[in-house]
């Protein structure tokens, strides 16, 4: 369905025969809090070409490329600006639109373009640099390990019921990488009857099953009690398995084992508890 509305989205833009000369200026940067990125120009994006011309359909692409823009990458996010004239220009503005972060991993450049749809395609007008971010498994990693909070694990609940509450925020991947602060929207899980759970991360909400445990499980390299929640989406495939290491009756440290077509993955975090 994304690639058809991307293909009707094209359809829909209008080509230029000639060349824009579009020129940035001020300050054209991005922000990503999953699943959303944010587009906020602080000064103007303009066509200089001559008066009574007016350009191709103009976007805006974040693009995360393992050598230097331009060159081959991955699209993570898009802005249709639209067309302007000839002598006029886009002002300051701040958008946010859908991020596909996918499972990239690697040491990556990323560059903000902006480019024309023209009769033969869509080609580059303008670009800004803005240095390089490591990404692993889709997540923005810091480079620096995430330590495990040292607090005495406590018996976790005997058992979970309707109405209680978790809030998961990640904060490591599996290896206890730190994942860069406010790239991740926290995950909010309501439990819901008998066997069910809402799950609503960044305001978006699915309904799993849910079953609940108390059993053994390892931190800082000893056995611990834990209480583990298994979550199986009733509208999608995969399933969580959050592993909940209580520290106070209403706050710990969780381990979530994300199991899917596409490969799944494990994150840590802290989580809250009523």
């Not at 944010?38 to 009574?52: H, M, Q, R, V, Y």
């Not at 509450?165 to 309501?190: C, Q, S, W």
């Not at 978006?204 to 611990?224: A, P």
Request: with cysteine; net charge positive.
């Amino acid at each position: 369905m994304k690639t058809l509305l991307r293909v009707l989205a094209a359809a829909l833009c209008i080509a230029s025969a000639g060349a824009a000369n579009i020129v940035i200026s001020g300050t054209l940067s991005w922000k990503i809090f999953q699943p959303d990125c944010t587009f906020k120009l602080d000064g103007a994006i303009a066509n200089l070409s001559p008066s009574g011309t007016t350009s191709g359909t103009l976007k805006l692409i974040l693009w995360a490329t393992p050598a230097e823009f331009p060159s081959k990458g991955y699209a993570l996010a898009e802005h249709t600006l639209g067309q302007v004239d000839g002598g006029y220009q886009f002002n300051s503005f701040t958008k946010t639109v859908p991020v596909y972060l996918q499972k990239i991993t690697g040491n990556l450049n990323f560059t903000i373009a902006v480019l024309e749809y023209t009769t033969a395609g869509w080609l580059n007008r303008a670009y800004v640099t803005t240095g390089k971010k490591k990404l692993e498994n889709g997540d923005f990693i810091t480079g620096q390990p995430w330590i495990i909070p040292i607090k005495p694990v406590i018996d976790p609940p005997a058992k979970m019921v309707a109405d209680n509450k978790l809030t998961l925020a990640v904060t490591a991947n599996e290896d206890l990488n730190a994942i860069t602060p406010g790239t991740r929207a926290k995950t909010r899980i309501t439990l819901v009857g008998k066997n069910k759970a809402t799950v609503s991360i960044a305001g978006e909400d699915s309904t799993s099953s849910r079953k609940y445990t108390v059993t053994t499980g390892t931190l800082y390299q000893k056995k611990v009690p834990v209480g583990r929640l298994y979550l199986d989406p009733l509208d999608t495939t995969g399933s969580s398995t959050v592993t909940l290491y209580f520290q106070s009756t209403k706050s710990g440290v969780f381990k979530n084992v994300e199991e899917n077509p596409q490969g799944g993955g494990t994150t840590w975090g802290t989580f809250t508890f009523k």
